[in-house]
């Protein structure tokens, strides 16, 4: 096990009109470990996704990022080390054009124009959206669109990168591509996913969470043969799919 990047102990969090949706999450992440995030409607992958960059912080509890605690005096630091990509792009995306979109997080990191430029330039190459780097982004397409927020995330080339729901609406294509990106980055990847063979490609482990607690934790392998326990969680595995022996 390597040495832990990301810690969550106990970890209660509850939305402003009272709404309960992590309670008591306990976790931590090795760095370069990737762990699929998995679980029904509701459970609370999103929330805890936006407690791992501060955007969210815990009502009791604790986060830490490489040991240090998420707090108003290291959050400038969190943001640098841990990239989030939202469930939903337009969370994301508001500059005028893609590329000021990608160049937004890079340029307030304080990179000079062309550092800032070879990381717009190699982001958008890396998600195959270079050919919308000068359109508005709400003329997109959601897939597009979820393209160019992952592509404003790498731009920042975070130790740790959180996908929420990376494949949902791309084609098969993008789908496939994109897996191998991920495949390739050395970083700390999360992945919260309903897609469970794309969770299984990309993951050595998944962690269930259900109603705001941990439901499952485990080598992907197991879980994902365990019938009882993804029925339990409203997991399914697609029609026709069988989990291939070896990788
Ligand atoms: N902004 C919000 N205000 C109030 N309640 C919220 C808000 N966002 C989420 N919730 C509630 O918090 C709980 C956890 O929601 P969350 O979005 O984290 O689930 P999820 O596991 O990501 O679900 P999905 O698979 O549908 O994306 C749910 O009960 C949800 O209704
Ligand atoms: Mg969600």
């Known amino acids: ?24 999450v306990t976790l931590s992440f090795g760095a370069g470990e990737r762990v699929a995030v998995l679980g029904p409607n509701g ?5 805890l996704c936006l407690h791992l960059n501060g955007i969210l912080r815990p009502q009791s509890g604790t986060v830490r990022i490489g040991g240090t605690e998420i707090d108003d005096s290291s959050l400038t630091e969190v943001r640098r080390r841990v990239g989030v990509v939202f469930q939903d792009p337009d969370d994301m995306l508001f500059m005028p054009t ?8 890079p340029a307030n990191l ?26 508005p982004p709400h003329h997109l397409s959601f897939g597009q669109r979820k393209r160019v927020a992952a592509a404003a995330v790498l731009a920042m080339e975070p130790d740790v990168l959180v996908l929420d729901e990376p494949s949902s609406n791309l084609d098969p294509r993008s ?25 299984w490609q990309l993951c050595h482990r998944a962690v269930i969470v259900d109603e705001g607690r941990v439901a499952g934790d485990g080598p992907i392998d197991h879980i994902l043969a365990d019938d009882a326990l993804l029925d339990a969680h409203a997991l399914e595995l697609p029609e026709g799919f069988s989990l291939p022996t070896q990788r």
């Not at 832990?4 to 949706?21: K, N, T, W």
């Not at 893609?98 to 997080?105: E, K, P």
């Not at 304080?110 to 359109?135: E, F, I, K, N, Y």
Request: overall charge negative.
């Open 1 to 24: 096990m390597t040495p832990p990047i990301v810690e969550l102990d106990d970890v209660h969090f509850a939305y402003p009109d009272g709404q309960h949706a992590l309670d008591g």
């Open 43 to 47: 459970a609370g992958k999103s929330t």
């Open 98 to 105: 893609v590329a000021q979109d990608v160049a937004f997080g």
């Open 110 to 135: 304080g990179l000079d124009r062309d550092a800032v430029q070879r990381r717009v330039d190699s982001a958008l190459q890396m998600v195959g959206m270079t050919h919308v780097r000068d359109r």
């Open 175 to 199: 789908r496939r591509e994109f897996a191998e990106i991920l495949d390739a980055l050395p970083q700390t990847l999360v992945m919260v996913t309903h897609d469970l063979p794309y969770a």
